[in-house]
């Protein structure tokens, strides 16, 4: 018989919701600290649960048990890595990265954020909506779809619509995208409507800590790409469902995050949020360069290489095959080497200081290519694809080796171990930077998806459910497989299992709507495993 987990697994049960939200205001006092009289002026009382949900997207949000190390658990071990960006050789080299899956890794995602984000947003909604700010409810229907999708492109069915509510009842994939699309419909009419009544005013300017521009603008811009990002992420599965929110897309006449001046991330300045991939990876010394970074990066001569990652410190004293002093180094995922002897190999470039990135002009730009190339918009796909490219570029600050970069026909190098040859492995792409014309759709997806896995760096969440959805960039494999035959070596990891102490009945529905085994391997209602044009 399966048990309620603890207070942060919170599986849609009333009890806990009424708990959880009662307790808000003891545990955040960095937000709710406003005395009770301040909190009717300048919208502050509506200001608090957004800021706590803003926190909570790229998880660093403070319960009153520190800060960082639930990022780790909830994103750095596991779709950081399973992504092909980063590498933990300390913790993860003999669980998930050969794929021996750590339950407490794996459902710290799900328990944090049903415990302390979704019960936020829950407490925005009802309070945004009794007292009609229409732009602070628009808002948070846009962060909780921001929020949520992540969560059900990790572990599948989940509990979105019906929270809060006295069943609490899951929702398939398919049903609860049909819901993200109605929230970020109706969020888009909410800002419009106060836009249109208040113009020139940002009410909600004090509380942003996402967007560039702090403007109402930036807010429907976000929307409206987080939208076309859902409506390419079933492209696969449901055409007429992802081409009918292409064209609401367009015609909304909104626009996209299409400059350098709209960027998606959270603000470390001001805001009391520290970058957690920062903070593991500058003051813990764990966050390290993965092996398929390496072969992209060093094989295109990309220029964002010095921005992404900081060169490795080896010593080239003999034990190694590879001398990496100096070298841009990955580590392969799945050798199963619980050793310290990576220690020197390359980490990230990211700091406590790096607004933590959760949308991009580039991000946006790889979608419209996608989408022209899926015949639903009439765009010039190879256009697209190169504003993609120039966006990352100027977004890295590297914007004056663009010309060459798209002309290059330079292909991923094949990885050799620094220290054991058998771990060495060929890469499985010869796709180049350049655009062909003359490709297949198939090789012109592959090109598009490897340069937006490439621009959405670092956040792993999107760049992991790319990969799985379109079988791009073509990654390494594991080198060992402990999953005792759940998760096939070369189909790789599919979604996260969902906690396992989770009460008896919210998990069976879970698992009748997912429609097959709760393991790694299970494939989402998105991921088909072939692309369809």
Known sequence: ???????????????????????????????????????????????????????????????GTGLNWQFQIMQNLNVDMFAGYFHNYTHANTTNSVYNLHDGWNSSNWENTYGYIMPAIYKSEEL???????????????????????????????????????????????????????DLEEGIILIQAWMNENPGVESFAKFDIITKTRTYDEWLRFANTLRLRL??????????????????????KIGFLNTNEHLIAVSTIGSGYINPLGEINKSWGEVFMNA??????????????????????????GQYIVNVK??????????GVASNIYNSHSKSAISQTTNAILMTPAEAWFLRAEAALRGLTAENVAECYEQGV?????????????DTYLKSERTPVDYFDAFNAQFDVATRSSITPKWEETDTNERKLERIITQKWLACYPEGAEAWAEQRRTGY??????????SGG????????????????????????????????????????????????
């Open 1 to 63: 018989m399966r048990k309620i987990y603890n207070t942060l697994s919170v599986i849609g049960i009333i009890v806990f919701l009424t708990a959880c939200t009662g307790s808000f205001e003891k545990y955040n006092t960095d937000k709710t600290g406003f005395p009770e009289e301040e909190q009717e002026y300048d919208y502050n009382k509506y200001g608090i649960q957004p800021s706590i949900i803003q926190k909570g997207i790229y998880f660093n949000y403070n319960w």
């Open 128 to 182: 945004t909506l009794s007292d009609e700010y229409p732009s602070f409810l628009g808002i948070t229907k846009i962060l909780k779809v921001a929020t949520m999708h992540r969560i059900a492109d990790q572990y599948g069915p989940l509990i979105y619509s019906a929270f809060g509510t006295e069943d609490n009842s899951p929702e398939s994939l398919q049903v609860a995208y049909q819901n993200f699309f109605s």
């Open 231 to 252: 409506a390419i992420r079933v492209s696969n599965v449901d055409k007429a469902m992802a081409q009918t929110q292409v064209n609401k897309c367009f015609a909304s």
């Open 292 to 317: 398929n970074m390496e072969s992209f990066l060093v094989g295109f001569n990309d220029p964002r290489l010095l921005a992404y990652f900081d060169p490795a410190e080896g010593d080239g004293d």
């Open 326 to 335: 100096g070298i841009y180094k990955g580590i392969r995922q799945g050798t």
């Open 390 to 402: 120039r966006a990352s570029f100027l977004q890295w600050s590297v914007s004056s080796e663009t």
């Open 473 to 482: 960039p073509q990654l390494f494999r594991v080198a060992v497989n402990n």
């Open 486 to 533: 759940t998760i096939n070596t070369e189909e790789m990891i599919r979604r996260l299992p969902y906690p396992t102490n989770m009460a008896s009945s919210q998990y069976n529905k879970l698992l009748e709507l997912l429609g097959g085994v709760d393991t790694g391997g299970t494939r989402l209602w998105w991921d088909v495993g072939r692309n369809v044009f």
